[in-house]
């Protein structure tokens, strides 16, 4: 069983940084791309960072400049680092990873959910 934990989100002021971080374990024998989505109230989930194996990264225009994706591959762990918060950046982060577990394929794991909010 693979399971994806994130910690690290909270509230913080306009201006302000946070860091998430998200570790899978379990049965892992190899994760190809891991991200970031994010989903305010009424509103769709987002991607907000993604990073393949090889560490190439992408960001919309949104977040970019500002947020920064990487990884751990040896701790099979993700981190999102958030500078300059926006209220707008308000929402559920969710931590997403492409793992295939051994002996099966590559599936899409999500971990809980892990909330930030911004004050103005």
């Known amino acids: 069983q693979v399971q994806l934990v994130e910690s690290g989100g909270g509230l913080v002021q306009a201006g302000g940084s946070l860091r998430l971080s998200c570790t899978a374990s379990g049965s892992i024998f190899s994760i190809n791309t891991m991200g970031w989505y994010r989903q305010a109230p009424g509103k769709q989930r987002e991607l907000v960072a993604g990073?393949?194996?090889?560490?190439?990264?992408n960001y919309p225009d949104s977040v970019k400049g500002r947020f920064t994706i990487s990884r751990d591959n040896a701790k099979n762990t993700v981190y999102l680092q958030m500078n300059s918060l926006k209220p707008e950046d308000t929402a559920v982060y969710y931590c997403?990873?492409?793992?295939?577990?051994?002996?099966?394929?590559?599936?899409?794991?999500w971990g809980q959910g892990t909330q930030v909010t911004v004050s103005s």
């Open positions: 990073i393949t194996s090889g560490r190439s990264t």
């Open positions: 997403n990873a492409n793992i295939s577990p051994y002996g099966m394929g590559y599936t899409d794991y």
